[in-house]
């Protein structure tokens, strides 16, 4: 029968890169997923986080990390349209 696996610190990646957060998770001996079972994101910042930071796990096991789009919504977005002065030049 084998024992219970050794326990881990969950790091606290909120407000990370998602890329930068995966492998820090990693480093830990830990799962970086996405919400619902998806896999581990790619792109955004993480908002959140299950089980949060400094919390204990075994290794091996699940962090869900949820992100936003954050700095990287910029790549590909539509610049604004410069404001029209209400004085003429």
């Known amino acids: 029968m084998r024992g219970p696996r050794p326990v881990t610190e969950v ?3 909120v407000g990370l890169g998602a890329e930068d957060a995966c492998d820090i998770v990693r480093r830990a ?6 919400p619902d079972g998806a896999g581990a994101p790619a792109s955004g910042v993480v908002t959140a986080q299950r089980p949060v ?4 796990a ?3 096991a699940e962090v869900v990390l949820w992100t936003h789009p954050g700095r ?9 349209s ?8």
């Open 11 to 13: 790091p606290d990646v």
């Open 82 to 89: 410069p404001v029209e002065s209400a004085t003429p030049v």
């Open 53 to 56: 930071g400094t919390a204990g």
């Open 72 to 80: 990287d919504a910029s790549v590909g977005a539509v610049s604004p």
């Open 58 to 60: 075994e290794e091996g």
């Open 29 to 34: 001996g830990l799962i970086p997923v996405g």
